[in-house]
């Protein structure tokens, strides 16, 4: 499997026909950079002379670096994202070039304390189920987030644990706009950009199932007025959100477009890659 970015935030139901994903190397490598600042960042286990081993693991995104080596862009559970070179990765016989695939769990080691690490090795360990079709594409979509909205260094075990559990659901075919709205949930929760959906802001009071609203990016829910241009979204909905319930369909449809407002906001008119090349592919 190529490391790709495709695209995605509304689905289709997935063809029967396996999609083929265009190939990352093209791709600019995107940079994190989220417009509000994140929550503080959490410890992490002390390194020995700046070398780690056993690290679980997932490639994101990787690109050429020099003419046999690759920087590999990865998630880890205790140290957050950061980027390792993989000396000779491009190599025809090297052990790496098999491993640094993305979707597949790893046990990562690397060595330095510089923003660009040197990796010492990586091992897959297994357990999970590839990801096909459409589960595929809602993968690149995952790691295209977590590319632009992490910031390097940034432990977030929590949300690594969270990517996981996602990855598991899409590869056992559960629902994925249902499995989205709760991982971009998550993402926003977890880098401290998140309002309470519950409450209204200012006033905190109590959100209404039968009133309508809209949700401040910077601040969180308050009543929709006339000249509002943001999503009009339900009580209802925002309730739903808050408890992970998209059972009713008019949840999962203003859900959606609540997200993609909240996300497009964190990315401050940064383009996702993946939701084109999805709307390429299947036309929409």
Not at 237 to 258: C, G, H
């Amino acid at each position: 499997m190529s490391t790709t970015t495709p695209a995605l935030h509304d689905l289709a139901p997935a063809s029967s026909a396996t999609v083929a994903v265009p190939a990352l190397a093209a791709i600019a490598p995107p940079a994190a950079a989220p417009v509000t600042p994140a929550a503080p960042r959490r410890g992490r286990p002390p390194a020995r002379d700046g070398r780690i081993t056993g690290q679980p693991a997932f490639v994101l995104h990787s690109y050429p670096h020099k003419e046999t080596s690759l920087i590999v862009d990865v998630f880890t559970r205790e140290y957050g994202r950061i980027a390792l070179v993989a000396k000779g990765a491009k190599r025809p016989h090297s052990q790496l070039r098999g491993v640094l695939q993305t979707f597949q769990p790893l046990q990562a080691g690397w060595t330095g304390k510089s923003e660009l690490r040197i990796l010492t090795g990586a091992e897959w360990v297994g357990g999970m189920l590839p990801l096909e079709k459409t589960a595929l594409l809602c993968g690149f979509y995952l790691n295209e987030l977590l590319v632009k909205l992490l910031a390097r260094d940034d432990p977030h075990p929590v949300l690594f644990d969270h990517y996981v559990a996602t990855l598991n659901q899409l590869a056992h075919n559960e629902p994925p706009p249902i499995v989205l709205r709760k991982f971009e949930r998550a993402l926003l929760k977890e880098t401290g950009v998140a309002a309470d959906l519950t409450c209204c802001t200012g006033t905190r009071q109590a959100v209404e199932a039968g009133q309508v609203y809209v949700v401040d990016p910077e601040r969180g829910p308050r009543p929709a007025r006339a000249s509002d241009a943001w999503p009009r979204i339900t009580g209802k909905t925002l309730l739903d959100m808050e408890r992970e319930d998209y059972l009713d369909v008019a949840t999962q449809a203003q859900s959606k477009l609540l997200m993609r407002f909240l996300l497009a906001h964190q990315l401050g008119g940064a383009t996702l890659n993946t939701r084109q090349i999805l709307i390429d592919l299947m036309q929409l």
